[in-house]
């Protein structure tokens, strides 16, 4: 494991490993009750982060008190010249980052959905909240090579 990712989720209070390299972790940037933060180390070291609620990475590393450069560290040699090569910022695509995605908005989904049979109509709040979640599944099939 990179020293990068290691400051990372070091700062983490609570994160499981999902696969070599990728873990899942409660996001710090937003009130978080199930785990939407994938992070996962690209080859070269770097931190790669995601939020699945849709924080951005700006708003997450400043919740960690840390700046974009300490996603980098391991890899700042490379950018001034001392090695032969820079490493891909991305590794393949994993389906399975997408459908723990996919699955936490159609949570969020049938929750609202049961509120909406319980009480006969819908809130603003959750009708903001199923376009949300609509967005975001959608985001997940365009990472995913769909349209």
């Known amino acids: 494991m990179s020293a ?3 400051k990372v ?13 990728k873990w899942m972790a409660i996001c710090p940037a937003h ?3 199930h785990p939407s933060l994938s992070i996962r ?18 708003q997450i590393v400043n919740a960690l008190n840390l700046s974009m450069v300490d996603l980098f ?3 700042a040699r490379d950018f001034r010249g001392e090695t032969s ?3 891909s910022l991305r590794k ?3 389906y399975r980052d997408a459908l723990t995605g996919v699955s936490q908005e159609a949570t969020a989904v049938m929750l609202i959905a049961s509120e909406i049979i319980h009480s006969g109509s ?3 709040h959750h009708y903001d909240r199923l376009r949300k979640a609509e967005s975001l599944i959608s985001d997940a099939l365009a990472v995913a090579g769909g349209r």
């Open 4 to 6: 990068s990712v290691d």
């Open 73 to 75: 560290e391991d890899s």
């Open 9 to 21: 989720l070091s700062l983490l209070p609570k994160y499981r490993k999902f696969g070599p390299g």
């Open 31 to 33: 009130d978080d009750r």
């Open 85 to 87: 090569g820079v490493g």
């Open 122 to 124: 819908i809130k603003p």
């Open 41 to 58: 180390e690209a080859e070269d070291g770097k931190v790669l982060m995601h939020c699945w609620a849709g924080c951005s990475v700006e």
């Open 92 to 94: 393949s695509f994993d």
